[in-house]
């Protein structure tokens, strides 16, 4: 299933090999029909939009978007175990599921990169890769509705991997991240954020056995121990 790839490419940073070969990914999208109709014309109108843009001003704003600060961060782990022990082992157990279907993780790559697991995704067969984005969904609908707010098009990618779910994400948890204020940052501020306190502290669980964690363990309530963290700043 290609779509899941496209997406993941539609997510990197804009380069300009992404760029000249936008046509054709929109191509595959329409094709496949993967998504819903509605959900294809979406991304055809981002494909679109994307190519008028000048490409610096493109990836200015992707790095404005996805690499400062946590809110929008593409590392599914930030979201869900921050820099707690768990996220070690659980990085370890996706890099196998990944190496099992020949796909390696390169150096400088980190597994729980949503391009990458979406480009896993494109690898596994159609009933796998649905059940499987069921598992980190609740990660994925809180990213596009923190951009849509933003009136980013890039919550259009996040609406489509959405669609595409068996699970649908929690109902209480996302809309208490609506209701969250939309508080612009500074880099000063993004910086401190980043400098703070581990968000998820395991130094109450004495003896706890790493070894035995899931890919996405316990998704919704660690995002929601996330949002509550950052709901005075980190959008």
């Known amino acids: ?50 190519k008028t843009q000048d490409i610096y001003v493109l990836q200015e704003n992707y790095v404005e978007l996805f690499d400062r600060g946590r809110a929008h961060c593409l590392q599914l782990f930030e979201h869900i175990h921050g820099e707690s022990r768990d996220r070690g082992q659980a990085m370890v157990n996706l890099a196998e599921a990944y190496g099992e279907k020949g796909l390696y993780v390169s150096a400088g790559e980190l597994p729980d990169y949503l391009p990458l697991f979406l480009e896993y995704l494109s690898l596994c067969s159609a009933k796998e890769a649905l059940e499987m984005l069921g598992d980190p969904i609740n990660v994925i609908a809180t990213i596009g509705v923190k951009l849509k707010k933003r009136k980013s098009s890039y919550a ?37 954020e980043w400098e703070e306190a581990n968000a998820f502290d395991n130094s109450d669980v004495d003896g706890a056995d790493c070894g035995s964690c899931d890919i996405f363990p316990n998704a919704t309530e660690e995002i929601k121990k996330f949002n509550d963290k950052n709901m005075n700043g980190g959008q």
């Open 156 to 192: 259009v990618i996040f609406e489509a991997l959405e669609s595409l779910s068996k699970v649908k994400p929690d109902a209480d948890m996302i809309a208490l991240v609506r209701l969250e204020p939309l508080v612009e940052m500074s880099h000063d501020d993004i910086d401190a």
């Open 1 to 50: 299933m290609k779509t899941f790839k496209i997406l993941g490419l539609l997510l990197s940073y804009p380069k300009e090999d992404l760029i000249e070969h936008l046509d054709d990914l929109g191509q595959v999208i329409v094709a496949e029909r993967l998504l819903p109709a509605r959900q294809i014309k979406k991304i055809v109108k981002f494909i679109e939009d994307m």
